[in-house]
């Protein structure tokens, strides 16, 4: 037998409320982004001639009236027929948004799936909603408590556009509470593109006559969606302090623009960084369509990338994500590489434009670099042209520039260009002299990151080997020469190893004057580079 599943509506209501979105203020954002939509399908309407007479004032209203314990979202926008209601509402997840898209190709619209509007049943005893259609029809009255059964009648309602009057249910009372919605208009809807008013009924706010216009809740033009070649430096900035209003002035910025294969726009920011303790992950925001989604954006940004801030925006990732379902999307995939092409890209930008800049910011920077190519072989590839390592005179270099400065010096036995770095110039500063003066280049290594990516450049560079420049005499680290014998008896050796075995227990000793210079010190203590990694590690 072949037949069609039957869905039991009592039983599946239930469902929705419950499980619809784990969160329940999502509820707002539902209902707001339907109200934008139908604003933004009434200006499509308008402007192809569709929707005759005046547009209006655009705007979303959400009143909140703690005394009779409601909450309504009101909109200027396309409105709905009696038919429409029972065709997008009374139907369950039958998306009239798909259906506009699909039409008339509007990018704009936020709406999927047919579902949003429900979730106002995860707050909500009872749902009011009052409708008039730009079609010249009659105002339309729809309510429903919870169950499937729903009234459906004309009334006069003669304000073009929806009313949506939600009766808040007993566990749901924090969303009568003023500060608690005007929060979470400031997290889903701040850069949505219509602008939103927050009133509370029966409240006159002191001081504020009743003509004068409040100020809308959102920001309904951010930077990220103008033209690049419109902004500044201080557009820019600015954008910036109203994302992190306590942050640094970032260092410089990506601005993301993209709609083939994917749609993708967005600003992501370099932030000041100086010891990677300070680094604050998940400051990125995701946006669809200028709606707040989340700010973990984990597997759309490259880990490495997360330490970035900014926002993105993509109409391609759907507003009801989950973890699992991000991981598996090939446009998740497709965006993540192009993030991090993008970011090497204008790295390079920088370096080859402008280098001694990039130097200076080099301290932040490095750590996102180094970050980025340990954890991805794309990365590394571009970023191999504009590593730098600061050697210890300030001077900076490429790994190309490093293996041409020491060209003939510093290879050992086997040909591997030997890199000579200190953790530490100051303490080290001895045998730094020492490497110095026979005309070896040593290099910085000082932050938490760099010892890993010693370690793991080892692997990934050919031909390149690393090595502290205290782990053996100089000499003996480039490895050209024979060893030199101590010139101190096998007493004296020992007893100097036990005079510093104090301290350090696996302390190796060489005596050797030749390699050092008699004024910076007559005696030096090593630790070989392989026991220091292994404690190290
Ligand atoms: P979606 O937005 O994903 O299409 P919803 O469940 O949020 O699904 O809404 C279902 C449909 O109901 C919408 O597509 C739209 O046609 C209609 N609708 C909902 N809210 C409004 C509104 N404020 N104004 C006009 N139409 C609306
Ligand atoms: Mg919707």
Same mark, same amino acid.
């Given at each position: 037998?072949?037949?069609?599943?039957?869905?039991? /509506?009592?039983?599946?209501?239930?469902?929705?409320?419950?499980?619809?979105?784990?969160?329940?203020?999502?509820?707002?954002?539902?209902?707001?982004?339907?109200?934008?939509?139908?604003?933004?399908?009434?200006?499509?309407?308008?402007?192809?001639?569709?929707?005759?007479?005046?547009?209006?004032?655009?705007?979303?209203?959400?009143?909140?009236?703690?005394?009779?314990?409601?909450?309504?979202?009101?909109?200027?926008?396309?409105?709905?027929?009696?038919?429409?209601?029972?065709?997008?509402?009374?139907?369950?997840?039958?998306?009239?948004?798909?259906? !506009?898209?699909?039409?008339?190709?509007?990018?704009?619209?936020?709406?999927?799936?047919?579902?949003?509007?429900?979730?106002?049943?995860?707050?909500?005893?009872?749902?009011?909603?009052?409708?008039?259609?730009?079609?010249?029809?009659?105002?339309?009255?729809?309510?429903?408590?919870?169950?499937?059964? !729903?009234?459906?009648?004309?009334?006069?309602?003669?304000?073009?556009?929806?009313?949506?009057?939600?009766?808040?249910?007993?566990?749901?009372?924090?969303?009568?509470?003023?500060?608690?919605?005007?929060?979470?208009?400031?997290?889903?809807?701040?850069?949505?593109?219509?602008?939103?008013?927050?009133?509370?009924?029966?409240?006159?706010?002191?001081?504020?006559?009743?003509?004068?216009?409040?100020?809308?809740?959102?920001? /309904?033009?951010?930077?990220?969606?103008?033209?690049?070649?419109?902004?500044?430096?201080?557009?820019?900035?600015?954008?910036?302090?109203?994302?992190?209003?306590?942050?640094?002035?970032?260092?410089?910025?990506?601005?993301?623009?993209?709609?083939?294969?994917?749609?993708?726009?967005?600003?992501?920011?370099?932030?000041?960084?100086?010891?990677?303790?300070?680094?604050?992950?998940?400051?990125?925001?995701?946006?669809?369509?200028?709606?707040?989604?989340?700010?973990?954006?984990?597997?759309?940004?490259?880990?490495?990338?997360?330490?970035?801030?900014?926002?993105?925006?993509?109409?391609?990732?759907?507003?009801?994500?989950?973890?699992?379902?991000?991981?598996?999307?090939?446009?998740?995939?497709?965006?993540?590489?192009?993030?991090?092409?993008?970011?090497?890209?204008?790295?390079?930008?920088?370096?080859?434009?402008?280098?001694?800049?990039?130097?200076?910011?080099?301290?932040?920077?490095?750590?996102?670099?180094?970050?980025?190519?340990?954890?991805?072989?794309?990365?590394?590839?571009?970023?191999?042209?504009?590593?730098?390592?600061?050697?210890?005179?300030?001077?900076?270099?490429?790994?190309?520039?490093?293996?041409?400065?020491?060209?003939?010096?510093?290879?050992?036995?086997?040909?591997?260009?030997?890199?000579?770095?200190?953790?530490?110039?100051?303490?080290?500063?001895?045998?730094?002299?020492?490497?110095?003066?026979?005309?070896?280049?040593?290099?910085?290594?000082?932050?938490?990151?760099?010892?890993?990516?010693?370690?793991?450049?080892?692997?990934?560079?050919?031909?390149?080997?690393?090595?502290?420049?205290?782990?053996?005499?100089?000499?003996?680290?480039?490895?050209?020469?024979?060893?030199?014998?101590?010139?101190?008896?096998?007493?004296?050796?020992?007893?100097?190893?036990?005079?510093?075995?104090?301290?350090?227990?696996?302390?190796?000793?060489?005596?050797?004057?030749?390699?050092?210079?008699?004024?910076?010190?007559?005696?030096?203590?090593?630790?070989?580079?392989?026991?220091?990694?292994?404690?190290?590690?």
């Amino acid at each position: 037998q072949k037949g069609q599943i039957r869905v039991q /509506t009592e039983n599946i209501f239930p469902i929705i409320k419950k499980f619809l979105y784990s969160d329940h203020e999502i509820f707002l954002r539902e209902l707001v982004s339907n109200a934008v939509d139908a604003s933004q399908k009434i200006k499509t309407l308008s402007s192809i001639g569709e929707a005759k007479g005046e547009l209006g004032e655009l705007r979303i209203d959400v009143v909140l009236d703690a005394k009779e314990k409601t909450l309504s979202i009101i909109d200027r926008g396309v409105g709905m027929t009696a038919e429409e209601v029972d065709k997008y509402i009374n139907q369950v997840a039958f998306s009239g948004a798909e259906e !506009f898209m699909n039409k008339y190709k509007d990018a704009n619209i936020i709406g999927h799936f047919g579902l949003g509007f429900y979730s106002a049943f995860m707050v909500s005893d009872k749902v009011e909603l009052y409708s008039k259609s730009f079609k010249d029809e009659s105002g339309v009255y729809w309510s429903c408590d919870g169950s499937p059964e !729903f009234e459906l009648y004309n009334v006069d309602y003669n304000n073009r556009g929806t009313k949506i009057v939600l009766h808040i249910n007993e566990e749901s009372q924090e969303f009568l509470d003023a500060e608690r919605i005007r929060g979470i208009l400031k997290r889903f809807c701040k850069f949505l593109p219509i602008p939103i008013f927050f009133s509370e009924a029966g409240v006159e706010k002191a001081g504020v006559e009743k003509e004068e216009e409040q100020e809308p809740i959102n920001n /309904t033009d951010p930077l990220w969606v103008k033209k690049p070649s419109e902004l500044s430096k201080e557009d820019y900035e600015k954008f910036y302090k109203e994302l992190y209003p306590f942050s640094e002035t970032p260092l410089f910025w990506i601005h993301l623009n993209v709609d083939y294969p994917f749609n993708l726009t967005g600003v992501l920011y370099f932030p000041k960084i100086k010891q990677s303790y300070e680094i604050q992950k998940d400051k990125i925001q995701l946006y669809s369509n200028q709606v707040f989604v989340t700010d973990e954006v984990k597997d759309i940004v490259p880990e490495f990338l997360m330490l970035l801030h900014g926002v993105i925006d993509s109409p391609d990732i759907p507003l009801n994500v989950s973890r699992s379902y991000l991981q598996g999307d090939p446009n998740v995939k497709k965006i993540n590489a192009h993030i991090t092409k993008k970011v090497a890209d204008k790295l390079e930008e920088i370096f080859r434009n402008e280098r001694s800049s990039f130097e200076e910011k080099w301290e932040s920077l490095g750590l996102f670099v180094k970050y980025g190519m340990m954890t991805d072989d794309k990365f590394l590839e571009k970023a191999n042209k504009f590593l730098v390592m600061e050697d210890v005179s300030g001077k900076f270099h490429t790994l190309e520039e490093y293996k041409t400065a020491t060209e003939t010096l510093q290879k050992n036995k086997e040909g591997k260009t030997v890199v000579l770095y200190t953790t530490n110039p100051v303490q080290q500063d001895a045998y730094v002299q020492a490497a110095r003066e026979k005309g070896y280049v040593v290099v910085k290594m000082e932050t938490l990151v760099d010892a890993a990516f010693i370690n793991t450049m080892e692997m990934k560079w050919d031909n390149v080997t690393f090595v502290r420049v205290d782990a053996d005499i100089v000499d003996n680290l480039i490895d050209k020469q024979e060893g030199n014998d101590s010139i101190l008896s096998a007493e004296e050796s020992t007893k100097l190893k036990e005079l510093f075995a104090i301290e350090i227990p696996e302390l190796h000793v060489t005596t050797e004057v030749k390699g050092l210079s008699a004024t910076t010190a007559p005696v030096v203590a090593t630790r070989p580079e392989f026991m220091r990694r292994m404690k190290d590690m």
